[in-house]
Nanobody, 119 residues
Framework: QVQLVESGGGLVQPGGSLTLSCVGS????????MGWYRQAPGKERELVAKIFTISENTDYADSVKGRFFISFTSKRITEKSVALQMNNLKPEDTAVYYCGANYAVRDYWGQGTQVTVSS
């Protein structure tokens, strides 16, 4: 069973920074990619950024390019982590952010963490 646990959300002023962290665990956990998605009220969940764990190639939503940066760490065979450094945050970045992982041809999700950008 895959578990994804997020941390790091909160309230930040426009122009501020925040870092989200996600730790994924399972026996022999080797995801194809891990990433961050977000869902604002009344909107569909959208990709923010993802990273492929072998090549470490990345993919970003156009709205966050140059402001957000994703990184991946393989700590041990049973645990992998992904972080999202968010800079120059804007009110439109306000959403629930979910960690996701693709493993064994299935998608897994964390419980979500709220990010609110407001003065």
């Amino acid at each position: 069973q895959v578990q994804l646990v997020e941390s790091g959300g909160g309230l930040v002023q426009p122009g501020g920074s925040l870092t989200l962290s996600c730790v994924g665990s399972a026996s022999n956990f080797n995801p194809f990619f891990m990433g961050w998605y977000r869902q604002a009220p009344g909107k569909e969940r959208e990709l923010v950024a993802k990273i492929f764990t072998i090549s470490e190639n990345t993919d970003y939503a156009d709205s966050v390019k140059g402001r957000f940066f994703i990184s991946f760490t393989s700590k041990r065979i049973t645990e992998k982590s992904v972080a999202l450094q968010m800079n120059n945050l804007k009110p439109e970045d306000t959403a629930v952010y979910y960690c996701g992982a693709n493993y064994a041809v299935r998608d897994y999700w964390g419980q979500g963490t709220q990010v609110t950008v407001s003065s």
